[in-house]
């Protein structure tokens, strides 16, 4: 009979999860995106606007040093004010009186870390703990403090010296509890990725069942991360496929760790791999090779002519 309703229904299926998709504000680029989506095993997410809403209110305010609750958040909101960051938001809402633009002299946004500003000519840094590192300045206190108040914490030097810290809170969004409870179901592993201290990651990982959390990251650790879990993804895809392969064969299978280990690779040495380099590797397997051990360097992706078979 005629092959229309097959030939038809495929793209048809694209359309329609695409088109549903947009109805929930989803935007796909590409069908080809449709069938990548449906093989994730793994799903990383940014904490802060991603799965909280990132509409923090400050919670706590401790000066330090002879100067007053109102002044640090003064002189922190004058710092924020040129941010948009959710943080720098919150303390200018937090503030809430004019801010005189005039006592700001040259600011610098300093990604993953906080804020550089002049502010009535000192030398203001508004930021997490690890920007006080970064500029010799020890956050006396805050050990204490954190316990009892678990937020984000901006820490705030003027001079060299220490003036205090102001605690954000942040709260998880509604809809983030239904989608990882959903991705919990389809067998799909949740990481979630952040700058912001262990105690707030492992908070809002364990509100939501994250499987697994990274806190304390810069952008660029953010992007090795991800980069590292899409190529444990390539392997086990690489894998799941020679293993339907080689369904008739009596070969067994090492993990992929477990392959990469016996020849001396891991996969934090793993170089990296194109897809045509994957492309090869299947081609290179013509459904008679009995085991798989992928050697991983920088020129991508070898297999031991010795362990080849037939
Ligand atoms: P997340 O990983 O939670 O999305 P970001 O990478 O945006 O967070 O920021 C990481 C950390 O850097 C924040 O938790 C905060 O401690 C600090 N930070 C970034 N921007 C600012 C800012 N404008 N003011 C104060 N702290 C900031
Ligand atoms: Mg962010």
Redesign the pocket.
């Known amino acids: 009979s005629c092959p229309c309703a097959l030939v038809i229904s495929v793209p048809l299926s694209f359309f329609c999860g695409m088109g549903g998709a947009s109805k929930r504000g989803i935007l796909i680029k590409g069908s080809n995106y449709v069938s990548s989506l449906a093989k994730a095993r793994t799903m990383v997410f940014?904490?802060?606007?991603?799965l909280t809403e990132g509409r923090f209110t400050v919670s706590v305010i401790h000066s330090e040093g002879g100067m007053t609750q109102a002044e640090l958040l003064d002189v922190a909101a004058l710092a924020?004010s040129y941010?948009n960051?959710p943080?720098?938001e919150s303390?200018v809402r937090a503030h809430g009186g004019h801010i005189d633009a005039a006592r700001v002299g040259s600011v610098e946004?300093?990604?993953?870390?906080?804020?550089h500003a002049v502010i009535d000519g000192r030398e203001v840094y508004?930021?997490?703990a690890k920007?006080m590192e970064k500029i010799g300045v020890s956050p006396a206190c805050h050990e204490g403090c954190l316990a009892h108040c678990a937020g984000?914490?901006?820490h705030i030097a003027a001079d060299g010296g220490y003036c205090g810290h102001i605690i954000i809170r942040d709260t998880v969004k509604k809809t983030a509890d239904l989608a990882m409870y959903g991705l919990m179901m389809q067998n799909i592993k949740t990481v979630m990725?952040?700058?912001?201290?262990e105690e707030v990651g492992r908070l809002v990982a364990e509100e939501l069942n994250i499987d697994e959390v990274h806190a304390g990251?810069?952008?660029a650790d953010?992007v090795t991360i991800v980069e590292k879990n899409e190529k444990i993804a390539k392997l086990e895809e690489v894998k799941a496929d020679l293993e339907n392969q080689m369904q008739e064969t009596s070969a067994t299978f090492p993990s992929v760790e477990d392959a990469m280990a016996s020849c001396g690779s891991s996969i934090e040495e793993l170089g990296d791999v194109t897809d045509e380099q994957m492309q090869a590797i299947r081609d290179g397997f013509d459904g008679t090779l009995a085991s798989i051990v992928l050697a991983c360097g920088k020129q991508g992706v070898q297999i031991p002519e010795s362990l080849q078979k037939g």
């Open positions: 940014d904490k802060t606007g991603t924020e941010s960051h943080i720098a303390i946004e300093l990604a993953g870390l906080g804020i508004a930021g997490n920007l984000t914490c901006v990725l952040t700058g912001d201290t990251l810069l952008p953010k």
